[in-house]
């Protein structure tokens, strides 16, 4: 079992940068691929970001490449995503979760939610113009 803890969420205006935060507790964090969705009312959630854990490749969606960047520091247990140049779009709950550990030897990591196993409660976004 892996238990996620979000924080780093807030109020910002466009073209602000924030830094979200997912801490993970319980089985060894290293193996886990780490991934980033967000979730708007009334919208399906979505991917954002994952990162490898062996050789920290990430994989980002269209609309943030470029603007945000996913990492992790395994000694920490700690996975980021620094996010700059933020839009009103960007207003989300933005989820941290943890996918098995057979994901990171694929070739392209792992994108949708069903993929994923674990999933912290969610941390508010939102940018205003």
């Known amino acids: 079992q892996v238990q996620l803890v979000e924080s780093g969420g807030g109020l910002v205006q466009a073209g602000d940068s924030l830094r979200l935060f997912c801490a993970a507790f319980?089985?060894?964090?290293?193996?886990?691929?780490m991934g980033w969705f967000r979730q708007t009312p009334g919208k399906e959630r979505e991917f954002v970001a994952a990162i490898s854990g062996s050789n920290g490749r990430t994989y980002e969606r269209a609309s943030v490449k470029g603007r945000f960047i996913i990492s992790r520091d395994n000694a920490k247990s700690t996975v980021y995503l620094q996010m700059n140049s933020l839009k009103p779009e960007d207003t989300a709950v933005y989820y941290c979760?943890?996918?098995?550990?057979?994901?990171?030897?694929?070739?392209?990591?792992?994108?949708?939610?069903?993929?994923?196993?674990?999933w912290g409660q969610g941390t508010q976004v939102t940018v205003s113009s």
């Open positions: 979760a943890a996918a098995n550990p057979v994901y990171d030897s694929v070739d392209r990591l792992p994108s949708g939610d069903s993929q994923y196993a674990y």
């Open positions: 319980g089985r060894t964090f290293r193996p886990y691929v």
